[in-house]
């Protein structure tokens, strides 16, 4: 590989200093190349030269992604929730919630769209009820969100976001008035997104032009959430955020680590996950452990490596929603997880081995080991995008 050559100033400790801008016998270095460990060899290298040369193949970096006890707990809170119901107990009230939320996100849209102020006790009212919801059984609302038609309209996504990011902070175990923050987070994130042309908030951006457009809908969003009376004081902060990077290619402001609350950092890996599993044109239509890979990949990077270990076994290997292929050929969905073993979720089969649907719907608790032949126990080979089979709600439990 090459030498790269860099400005001193933009040399980090672990980096290898293969070449100099002047012969080595002009500086204090008795060695001819070395791996940078100290701020006092920055220092001197500072002081002798201006760039120098660098071996990429030769570095020293510490893991971006190395996450220690210590990292998990400045993540976590001390919040200990229990499973209240059961996912079919659960389905009618999560239904409810939803049918609620999905109505707030029409009225304010409405209201921003017109010129209006957006209605923050409704907005604050729907966020609740999702946190409600996921509190007695996260499942049930993960689950009734991933089944649902979803619509090319703005802001389409902001109930599921919402979920999404209230059964994360469940997870990392927030008090519950921090989950109903971060539901109504996800609800109103995006709204500065009907400020922009229609198509461009649908599609996304697809020229330099449209990529500064499309990112003004931040800080529409901070305008909007900050003029709105009864909404949280630290509601537009925190919006303003989830498109921020933990090393710092994010924007609007190009923030890196620390500089990003903690609720924008979930935000984020949230609000990038849901892209990615989602339908284009906004969305990558990867399915759940392909997204969860490209996350993965980031950790350390554009997320911070802590958030995106516990992301990852919240949402589990199989997320509830996920549509699986079968060892018996069968197709299913994912309706709950183990948490104790989360290779061996409850699923729901809809499909037999041709797929031709199955009526009524077959379910398994695949951690009782059900048989698929005589010989051999069902498990789940792969996950498929997530509408890949298309369900009703209204056929489940409801």
């Known amino acids: 590989m090459e030498l790269r050559e860099i400005a001193v100033e933009e040399l980090r400790l672990g980096m290898y200093v293969s070449k100099l801008d002047r012969p080595w016998t002009e500086t204090p270095f008795v060695f001819q190349g070395f791996v940078l460990k100290s701020e006092k060899q920055l220092e001197v290298l500072k002081k002798f030269c201006k760039h120098v040369f660098v071996d990429p193949e030769k570095e020293d970096l510490p ?18 929730y229990k499973e209240l119901a059961s996912v079919e107990a659960e389905l009618p009230r999560a239904k409810s919630a939803y049918t609620n939320s999905t109505v707030v996100v029409k009225e ?17 009212e729907a966020a609740s009820q999702i946190t409600e919801s996921v509190v007695r059984n996260p499942d049930a609302m993960a689950l009734l969100v991933k089944l649902q038609e979803k619509s090319g309209a703005t802001l389409s996504r902001a109930v599921e976001i ?47 032009e449209e990529v500064e457009v499309y990112r003004t809908h931040v800080g529409h969003s901070v305008e909007i959430l900050s003029k709105t009376p009864g909404l949280p004081q630290e509601l537009s902060g925190f919006a303003s955020l989830h498109h921020e990077r933990y090393d710092g290619s994010g924007y609007p402001r190009g923030l890196r680590g620390d500089a990003i609350a903690l609720l924008g950092s979930i935000a984020g890996i949230v609000d990038a996950f849901d892209t990615l599993t989602a339908p284009p044109p906004a969305g990558e239509h990867l399915s759940p452990a392909n997204a969860l890979s490209v996350v993965y990949k980031g950790r350390g990077k554009q997320f911070q490596a ?19 292929k079968l060892n018996s050929g069968e197709t299913a969905i994912v309706i709950a997880q183990n948490m104790v073993r989360r290779l061996q979720p409850r699923i729901m089969v809809v499909q037999d081995a041709k797929g031709n649907p199955l009526i009524p719907y077959k379910m398994l608790d695949l951690m009782k080991e059900h048989m698929a032949t ?8 792969h996950t498929l995008e997530y509408d890949a089979v298309r369900i009703d709600p209204k056929e489940l439990f409801l």
Do not use: N, W
Not at 313 to 320: A, K, L, M
Not at 374 to 381: A, G, N, T, V, W
């Open 162 to 208: 919402s979920v999404m990011m209230t059964i994360f902070g469940r997870f990392l175990q927030f008090p519950q008035d921090r989950l109903e923050l971060l539901g109504l987070l996800g609800l109103l994130q995006d709204v500065g997104k009907l400020k922009l042309p229609t198509e461009l908030a649908t599609r996304g951006p697809t020229t330099p």
């Open 108 to 124: 304010l849209s409405r209201a921003v769209e017109i010129g209006d102020a957006i209605d923050s006790s409704r907005s604050r």
């Open 374 to 381: 005589r010989d051999e126990p069902y498990r789940i080979l």
């Open 63 to 80: 893991d971006p992604g190395k996450v220690t006890a210590d990292d998990i707990a400045k993540i976590r809170g001390t919040t200990v």
């Open 306 to 324: 802590a958030l995106v270990e516990q992301f990852i076994q919240c949402v589990g290997v199989f997320p509830v929603g996920s549509v699986v």
